[in-house]
């Protein structure tokens, strides 16, 4: 079993739609979790950071973390064609100077025009 | 801010030869670095965990021969892939965490190399 599972899609949707985007996680001892955005052939950019289980959001999109399911979700509200790329997410042990951030497969999102 | 710059952007190299790419932090230092491999429609894998003024920490199964890793300064890791081989294609990726920022704050990541060997 992978630490984070992610379905990879490709997920399509209309521009305007609101996205959710899952995934799932085995290692209990992860408390920090991230999301990242990547367009073709470029590293992935952060998008958001959270502690713990909770809620953040920043614009349009919104990071929630649910401990006691390992599972992390995020939500892009009003989506525009810019949006489409792979969107991946991350976990982080509490460990030291050397932790590790593990991801997940990413999921390819197209949002038509 | 927190700026990685990666280069080259993309290599194509001969089956044998050897391979450099750097991994600079523009405007912040960075004692640890991290080196990633991404294969096509797969998620980034971590090779290697970079250390400033030591030795590189390899994950289990990448051959740390094959994959030299130097880290001569705050601001700079290098990744030379020697002996390449076709199965050694795919993306390079480097991420880095600001001295100043916590151990658990997240990674700035730079664009990537693209390494074919043909």
């Known amino acids: 079993q992978k630490e984070v599972e992610q379905d990879p899609g490709p997920l399509s949707v209309p521009e305007g739609a609101i996205v959710s985007l899952n995934c799932t996680y085995s290692?209990?001892?992860?408390?920090?979790f991230m999301w990242y955005r990547q367009y073709s052939r470029k590293g992935p950019e952060l998008l958001m950071y959270?502690?713990?289980?909770g809620n953040k959001e920043d614009g349009r999109f919104t990071a929630q973390v649910d401990k006691s399911s390992k599972y992390i979700s995020l939500f892009i509200r009003d989506s525009q064609p810019s949006d489409s790329a792979t969107y991946l997410c991350?976990?982080?042990?509490?460990?030291?100077?050397?932790?590790?951030?593990?991801f997940g497969t990413g999921t390819l999102l197209a949002v038509q025009p | 801010g927190a700026v990685v710059s990666q280069h080259p952007s993309r290599v194509i190299c001969k089956s044998g030869t050897s391979v450099k790419i750097e991994c600079r932090s523009l405007?912040?230092?960075?004692?640890?670095m991290f080196w990633y491999r991404q294969f096509p429609k797969q998620s980034l894998m971590l090779m290697a965990t970079?250390?400033?003024?030591?030795?590189?920490?390899?994950e289990q199964g990448v051959e740390k021969d094959k994959f030299l890793i130097n880290h001569a300064s705050l601001t700079l890791s290098t990744l030379t892939v020697t002996s390449a081989h076709p199965e050694d294609s795919s993306f390079y990726i480097c991420?880095?965490?600001?001295?100043?920022?916590?151990?658990?704050?997240?990674?700035?990541f730079g664009n990537g190399t693209r390494l074919t060997v043909t």
């Open positions: 959270t502690y713990s289980s």
């Open positions: 970079s250390n400033e003024g030591s030795k590189a920490t390899y």
């Open positions: 405007d912040f230092q960075a004692t640890t």
């Open positions: 991420s880095a965490r600001d001295i100043d920022s916590s151990y658990n704050s997240p990674l700035h």
């Open positions: 991350a976990a982080m042990n509490y460990g030291g100077a050397t932790n590790k951030l593990i």
């Open positions: 290692n209990s001892a992860f408390q920090y």
